[in-house]
């Protein structure tokens, strides 16, 4: 438990889109980096330092934060600012040789707590080792797999879990190419809405390879029996993020895009006869989806999780590493 008289003292390593930069398009309507998000709780954080050698990156957030040191070395970082807090921003090949950086200090410093961009790691292994180091040294490990925090998705899982459609039967996720950029989002999302998966097929798609990442079709079997697919939209410039959730009484369609449900719900034909057929029960606008910052949450989680030993975050190192394993298995 930390002082909470005090600032929350954060550093942000890797000055990037997601670590800063994604403030800067004048169409996003919220918070959406960390920056940004340590910025915006200045009452409960300070941003005591950052890292990154790109030189227009450092160009930017010296703009935005003339006072903030940036350093070239992430120890050098650590050693300097013993930050409560560590955000690392920086490209998934880069996550683990920072994560050693940290680790080696564990002798004379230890952050409280790591908020790490998603996917966790290049590798299984690398993200096993992570999460199981943040065990041993008593660091709490929180993963951006942003979709979990979302209102839409949640409202999702709300009527879900509460049997508004009924028995699950089989989700559908709809989102663009690049297997490890978007598609570990889409198996995230496969993992949010249908618990834990068991086996997995997956069909290459050539034609919708782009920036050195593959594209695959993918067919799931959730332990719960129930059946899940992933399917991949196009190119990443035509955004796509969609579920469609069948059960034994209806059906969710979602569309994160437009902030809409509709809930149809199975009704007896008065053209088939001995038919159920479906019929909207509701369109529901998630009105404050588009408002809403996900960054502004999780930095309110990390709050909670340093002065709150019991408390779950909504995504910890073990989801993220369970999405990690799936991405493997469809990667092979």
Request: proline share 4%; with cysteine; aromatic share 8%.
């Amino acid at each position: 438990m930390i002082n909470t008289n005090n600032p929350i003292r954060a550093a942000v390593i890797g000055l990037g889109q997601i670590g800063s930069r994604f403030d800067e398009e004048s169409g996003r309507k919220v918070i959406w980096s960390h920056v940004g998000a340590y910025l915006g709780l200045t009452q409960e954080f300070e941003l005591c330092g950052a890292s990154d050698f790109d030189s227009n990156n450092i160009l930017a957030f010296k703009s935005r934060c003339p006072n903030v040191p940036v350093y070239s070395n992430v120890s050098e970082l650590i050693k300097n600012e013993r930050p409560d807090v560590i955000s690392i921003c920086t490209p998934t090949t880069t996550h683990f040789e920072i994560f050693q950086e940290i680790r080696a200090l564990s002798n004379s410093y230890i952050p409280k707590v790591i908020w790490c961009e998603k996917p966790l790691a290049t590798t299984l292994d690398d993200a096993k080792t992570m999460v199981s180091d943040c065990e041993k040294l008593d660091i709490k490990l929180i993963v951006s797999y942003n979709r979990r925090w979302l209102p839409i998705w949640k409202k999702a899982m709300y009527k879900m879990e509460n049997n508004l459609i009924g028995d699950i039967n089989t989700i559908r996720i709809s989102m663009p190419n690049r297997l490890f950029s978007i598609g570990s989002h889409a198996v995230d999302l496969a993992n949010f809405l249908g618990g834990p998966i068991e086996k997995v097929t997956s069909l290459n798609i050539p034609k919708l390879y782009e920036e050195n990442e593959p594209a695959k079709a993918v067919l799931l079997l959730f332990k719960s029996g129930v059946v899940g697919s992933i399917e991949v939209t196009g190119f990443k410039e035509n955004l796509v993020v969609e579920a469609e959730v069948y059960g034994s009484a209806g059906r969710l369609k979602i569309n994160e895009v437009s902030n809409e449900i509709i809930h149809e719900l199975f009704e007896e034909s008065d053209t088939y006869k001995g038919y159920k057929i479906l019929k909207n029960h509701s369109t529901e606008i998630i009105s404050n989806n588009n408002n809403f910052s996900v960054f502004i949450e999780i930095a309110k989680e990390i709050m909670t999780m340093m002065n709150n030993e019991n408390f779950k975050c909504t995504c910890d190192g073990f989801q993220a590493m369970a999405t990690q394993e799936i991405l493997k298995e469809i990667a092979n």
